[in-house]
């Protein structure tokens, strides 16, 4: 499997091992062409969505984002998380997949930016 073939995908799949690792360094390769990441986070709790964003901040060296959110949502949610100004929000939203889209952007508006994924919620979850 190749990071360009979730593309195609509403909800993340699951991975094997192999396909992990393989996945892992192409899109820390990607990563390297941009400045600044957002996270889409589609998972079925907020509790879910939160220890993903965590995960994903520890994996990649991140400060940690400020959760402006409803502490008592209920109920499948949306977090996007913005690397640059260190924020998240969240919200119910019903009829999405799960998995988390990250998006690569440049120094400005005339750059395109690129999203890759969706990756399952446990992509970045440490293995030490």
Do not use: C
């Not at 901040?57 to 100004?85: R, S």
């Not at 969240?90 to 889209?101: A, N, S, T, V």
């Amino acid at each position: 499997m190749k990071l360009s073939d979730l593309n195609r995908l509403r909800t993340a799949p699951i991975l094997s091992a192999n396909e992990r690792a393989l996945l892992i360094p192409d899109l820390q390769e990607q990563m390297t062409l941009y400045r600044w990441f957002t996270a889409g986070i589609m998972a079925l709790t907020a509790d879910q969505a939160v220890e993903s964003l965590r995960q994903l901040e520890q994996h990649q060296g991140w400060a940690a984002h400020e959760l402006i959110a409803d502490p008592a949502l209920e109920g499948p949610v949306y977090l996007k998380a913005n690397q640059q100004t260190l924020t998240a929000r969240m919200r119910i939203e019903h009829g999405l997949g799960e998995g988390i889209l990250i998006s690569g952007h440049g120094y400005d508006n005339t750059e395109p930016s690129v999203t890759w994924g969706p990756l399952p919620l446990d992509f970045f979850e440490s293995t030490t």
